[in-house]
């Protein structure tokens, strides 16, 4: 149980384009799900916090307008890159909170790997 | 704020035992977690402790003093596939917050 998915596991995008990101908690109900970004032999680093049903909450000097996330169900949670940059490439990776069995836990999605040419 | 320590990089040899140890700094405390990545990989869950002690899981083991903001993640009886990252993480107290801080993480390489 506690399975979480990300689509794509890999992209490879023009400078300029947008990337949607998909995160699906598969067999539990997530009321929040968390966007990381992780650098090259760095640690995870929140971008936001993501509630069913409202807007999400950014950490300082990530940019909201440019990392749209949309949770829009119980087990589905998206973030759209726009207009990406090479800066913007790096190691996307979701979690979500399984409000049922273990709600202290967090559940790692298998990332995916955005790079921007 | 928080500001989490542990070292960078560590070796061991197989079968044997390796401890790596956490640091924290936080204004509340709402416990403390240990996660494994390998390379190109997500983290996946090790341990969690929120209360003072030691928490036993198979050949994972893990540690907390909150009065010392000291953690430590003992692996035991060390295999070649445990070579990976260890990440200690902190959750902040506040209600409904379940936000994770992660420190930098340990690499740890098992030699033969």
């Known amino acids: 149980g506690a399975v979480v998915s990300q689509h794509p596991s890999r992209v490879i995008c023009k400078s300029g384009t947008s990337v949607k990101i998909e995160c699906r908690s598969l067999?539990?109900?997530?009321?929040?799900m968390f966007w990381y970004r992780q650098f090259p032999k760095k640690s995870l680093m929140l971008m936001a916090t993501?509630?069913?049903?409202?807007?999400?909450?950014?950490e300082q000097g990530v940019e909201k307008d440019k990392f749209l996330i949309n949770h829009a169900s119980l087990t589905l949670s998206t973030l759209t890159v726009t207009s990406a940059h090479p800066e913007d490439s790096s190691f996307y990776i979701c979690?979500?909170?399984?409000?049922?069995?273990?709600?202290?836990?967090?559940?790692f999605g298998p990332g995916t790997r955005l790079t921007v040419l | 704020g928080q500001n989490i320590d542990q070292p960078t990089e560590m070796t061991a040899t197989e079968g044997a035992i390796v401890q790596i140890n956490c640091t924290y700094q936080?204004?509340?405390?709402?416990?403390l977690f240990w996660y494994q990545q390998h390379a190109g990989e997500a983290p996946t869950f090790l341990s969690y402790?929120?209360?003072?002690g030691l928490e036993e899981k198979g050949r994972f083991s893990s540690f907390l003093s909150r009065s010392k903001g000291y953690s430590y993640l003992l692996l035991k009886e060390l295999q070649m596939k445990d070579s990976a990252s260890y990440l200690c993480a902190v959750r902040e107290a506040g209600a409904g917050s379940y936000q994770l801080t992660f420190g930098k993480g340990t690499k740890l390489s098992v030699i033969p």
């Open positions: 936080t204004s509340g405390f709402n416990g």
């Open positions: 979690s979500a909170r399984d409000v049922g069995e273990r709600p202290h836990e967090q559940f």
């Open positions: 993501s509630n069913e049903g409202s807007k999400a909450t950014y």
């Open positions: 067999d539990f109900q997530a009321t929040t």
């Open positions: 402790n929120v209360l003072d």
